[in-house]
């Protein structure tokens, strides 16, 4: 298939001299680096970011225990309500 490239300058004639010195064409340059590209693994990309922290004090409830969870949500659930009357 013909297609068109815009290729930097520079790159182009670097590609032509190393068609050349291995006896190839730069189309079988191309398609050789873009066969290993795309059947190259993805690398992986690790982006560290820091989020931000704030002391909140003791723990209202044990997070294991399913009833205190329960009440504890009920309480705010019962004081917002309150809060809106």
């Known amino acids: 298939m013909r ?12 590609a032509k001299t190393k068609a050349a010195a ?3 064409t730069v189309t ?3 398609v050789e680096g873009l066969r290993a590209r795309i059947s190259a693994p ?6 560290t970011i820091a989020l931000p922290t704030r002391k909140l004090g003791r723990a209202r409830v044990d997070i294991s225990d399913n009833a205190a ?6 309480e705010q659930s019962d004081a917002k309500y309150r809060e809106s009357r």
Do not use: F, H, W
Request: proline share 3%.
């Open 3 to 14: 297609t068109s490239m815009n290729l930097p300058d520079g790159l182009l004639a670097e």
């Open 22 to 24: 291995e006896g190839s």
């Open 28 to 30: 079988q340059l191309v």
């Open 42 to 47: 993805a690398a992986a990309t690790a982006t």
């Open 69 to 74: 969870l329960a009440e504890l949500l009920n």
